[in-house]
């Protein structure tokens, strides 16, 4: 994977800390085993955990949170909100409670509310208002009452007041005596019954109920302050129920227009087109732009959803809390087939979606399987939801892999020992690494490749091959026939490193950014389906020795987790190399020039973003072991 001739050496992995600490939050995670948790902040991943208790513990912290087992997505834990307090049709996050008692604890303190038990129909409480009182023609918010009694409380502070029923759209009450109504109907004639804007007659009226009354006579009218040009009054139903979008029929009072609206599924009041009361479910499935299918419980959404590729599950006001919309796959290779280290590997990951432990390699030319497999370990990745693809190779022996190509028994009886051994371990497939190839094999290999993935598939295995990143302008004289290969095997890998190599004619970044982009370009230009290309990304650099010309004398490979120590024990100096879009780093030591080209988290931030920007079907990273623990929440976070 790494370069023609330190592949191998640095195959030999330095010991990964199985005790690794989160600053940022002050967990210590213990990794003897995989994840088995997952923590969501709505739909969006944020960490993995071995144990359920850390994983809760760690999602506390978050608003909308959740916890799911990694293995089926099992949901085990969550803080999402329960109960809804509304103000009319305004709410805000903080008006969410887990109890009902808590919801009504605020909604006492609010006039004209009501609470929502986000995972059943309508309301579980509301303290509307069924009367209005009023001074005059004049009247406050504040004025709305519940009952006719708290009404009357209110308006013995007021002269001049009466009250209102909401509902029946009727005056019902008022502190007027005879002679205060008689001295009104002989004052100033100022109101006026309108409709559609025109008045309906040229009689006025002094005494605000005479209007009323006379406006009660036409509907759809209103009655006017002819003097300060106000509506005091009107006689149109404003609340309004819908079926479905459709309108069905319109009240004067809330109340009445719940009752209603009770008798219909799907139904809603709004007022002035805003949602005050519904019985539609608070989540609803999607595909894309298209709503599939509404549920008032998270659980029958999420089994639903689950069940519908590229689903997400929304709250009404378009939260998504669900979703197995497409992510990245994320696939690391081991670089080994030592059980114990690809244990501890595979513990500090997060994300990781299939694991390649170097279990088998081409041993001859007479098709020898050499096999280092490990079903207990195979079963065990498996269980933590990982899925697992051997990788094999063919030692980068080139004279070997000319000899075994030309050779038809041979490569019958190496295809099907591997094959018949990846169906008994029950991997999901094989990953295909068959480097330093002649050009002359190059119809050779493509026909070997061939006939490993038609084996394979018969037994429902996959297969992914590895490829150089190369270039198009020379890839038709090397042993691999892109546009042929990628027709046979279910996945593509460009290897997208090496770009400067060990023994190479100059020192450089082992993948510069726009070398990789340009790569993904070159890729795709095969005709490739992006659905089946990974990039391949380094978890290391090279550190050159230069002479007094700035020639490499030597290089040498330093994991990506050892960089941040190398600076600062070599008092590295780092400038921007804009060519590469990373740091590159310069020392002296011993009368020589070092020089480096820094991998960190942002590189590896920008190398994902390249694989979204062309909607690829993930990474692959050489390899596991080379990082910090930590780069695989940023990982996670990601996909």
Do not use: C
Request: charged residues 25%; positive net charge.
């Amino acid at each position: 994977m790494i370069n023609r001739t330190s592949r191998m050496a640095i195959a030999l992995l330095i010991a990964v800390q199985t005790v690794w600490a989160t600053a940022a939050v002050g967990f210590a995670a213990e990794k003897e085993a995989a994840s088995a948790y997952r923590v969501y902040q709505n739909d969006k991943p944020l960490r993995e955990f071995v144990s359920e208790s850390q994983a809760i513990a760690y999602a506390k912290r978050f608003k909308y949170a959740h916890v799911e087992k990694i293995t089926g997505r099992v949901w085990v834990w969550d803080n999402f909100p329960k109960f809804k307090v509304y103000q009319g049709s305004t709410s805000y996050s903080w008006w969410e409670y887990d109890t009902y008692e808590q919801a009504l604890a605020k909604a006492k303190t609010l006039k004209n509310v009501h609470i929502r038990d986000l995972e059943k129909p309508g309301w579980v409480y509301s303290n509307y208002a069924k009367y209005q009182l009023y001074q005059g023609d004049k009247t406050k918010a504040e004025w709305g009452f519940e009952t006719l009694e708290e009404a009357k409380k209110e308006a013995k502070r007021w002269g001049n007041a009466h009250i209102m029923d909401i509902g029946a759209n009727k005056w019902v009450w008022d502190n007027l005596s005879a002679n205060d109504r008689l001295k009104q109907r002989q004052g100033t004639k100022k109101y006026a019954v309108y409709k559609d804007g025109e008045a309906v007659s040229t009689t006025k009226y002094g005494f605000l109920l005479d209007a009323i009354n006379a406006s009660a006579k036409v509907p759809g009218s209103t009655v006017v302050n002819t003097v300060t040009k106000a509506v005091v009054h009107t006689n149109v139903p404003s609340y309004e129920v819908f079926q479905n979008g459709k309108p069905l029929k319109s009240f004067f009072g809330l109340h009445q227009a719940v009752q209603y609206a009770k008798s219909y599924a799907g139904s809603r009041v709004a007022l002035g087109g805003e949602t005050y009361w519904t019985n539609e479910p608070y989540l609803t499935v999607y595909q894309g732009d298209n709503k599939i299918k509404s549920f008032h419980t998270r659980k029958a959404a999420v089994a639903y959803a689950a069940a519908l590729s590229g689903s997400v599950v929304r709250t009404e006001d378009g939260r998504a809390v669900w979703s197995n919309t497409k992510q990245l796959v994320y696939l690391g290779w081991n670089g080994t087939s030592n059980s114990a280290v690809i244990r501890e590997q595979v513990a500090v990951t997060q994300g990781l979606d299939i694991d390649s432990p170097t279990w088998f390699e081409l041993a001859d030319a007479g098709g020898t399987l050499k096999d280092n497999s490990d079903p207990a370990l195979a079963s065990e990745l498996k269980a933590a939801g990982i899925s697992v693809m051997p990788l094999v190779h063919n030692q980068f022996d080139q004279a070997m892999t000319t000899a075994f190509l030309a050779d038809t028994e041979a490569r019958k009886r190496f295809i099907a020992a591997l094959v018949n051994r990846l169906a008994e371990l029950k991997v999901d497939g094989v990953n295909l690494d068959f480097e330093s190839l002649a050009g002359t094999d190059r119809d050779a290999y493509t026909s070997f490749v061939r006939e490993l993935t038609n084996a394979a598939h018969a037994k429902k295995l996959k297969v992914s091959i590895d490829l150089p990143r190369g270039d198009t302008a020379w890839n038709h004289l090397t042993g691999y026939d892109h546009k042929a290969l990628a027709g046979i095997v279910d996945t593509v890998i460009v290897m997208a490193y090496d770009e400067h190599w060990q023994g190479g004619p100059e020192a450089g970044s082992v993948s510069g950014l726009a070398w990789t982009e340009e790569g993904i370009k070159q890729y795709l230009s095969y005709g490739i389906p992006r659905s089946k290309l990974m990039l391949g990304i380094p978890f290391y650099v090279r550190e050159w020795q230069l002479d007094a010309d700035g020639k490499p004398v030597a290089s040498r490979a330093v994991y990506m987790k050892e960089v941040p120590k190398l600076i600062a024990e070599r008092g590295a100096k780092g400038t921007l190399d804009r060519e590469s879009g990373q740091m590159k780093y310069t020392y002296q030591k011993d009368g020589s020039t070092y020089v480096f080209w820094a991998e960190t988290e942002q590189t590896v931030k920008r190398r994902i973003e390249l694989a979204k920007t062309y909607d690829l079907a993930g990474i692959a990273a050489w390899r596991l072991g080379y990082e910090s623990a930590d780069l695989w929440t940023t990982l996670l976070r990601l996909k």
